[in-house]
């Protein structure tokens, strides 16, 4: 069975860090390119990072120099390093593969993690 667990949200004020964890199935991870995707308050989902099986990354531009996305291959598990976290960071953050078909569907996706960048 497919599965993704993500962990390592929180609170934490502006100018802050936190590194998020996603644990995912041998299935999903050693044939995608995987990505963190966020889903803000009010608003759609989107990808901030994503990351090949090469380690090559790409970065939305609203998180770029700030956010770091890593892969271990051995332990099937993708982290997102966030630095200087703002306000509007603020969202559940979910990791997937990008290429899998079901991602239109709620079963294709993990129960996130909260993140929340408040004072």
């Known amino acids: 069975q497919e599965q993704l667990v993500e962990s390592g949200g929180g609170l934490v004020q502006p100018g802050g860090s936190l590194r998020l964890s996603c644990a995912a199935s041998?299935?999903?991870?050693?044939?995608?390119?995987v990505g963190w995707y966020r889903q803000p308050p009010g608003k759609q989902r989107e990808l901030v990072a994503s990351?090949?099986?090469?380690?090559?990354?790409t970065y939305a531009d609203s998180v770029k120099g700030r956010f770091t996305i890593s892969r271990d291959n051995a332990k099937n598990t993708v982290y997102l390093q966030m630095n200087s976290l703002k306000p509007e960071d603020t969202a559940v953050y979910y990791c997937?593969?990008?290429?899998?078909?079901?991602?239109?569907?709620?079963?294709?996706w993990g129960q996130g993690t909260q993140v929340t960048v408040s004072s």
């Open positions: 997937n593969g990008l290429g899998r078909l079901c991602l239109s569907f709620p079963s294709c």
């Open positions: 990351v090949t099986i090469g380690s090559n990354t």
């Open positions: 041998k299935n999903i991870f050693t044939r995608n390119v």
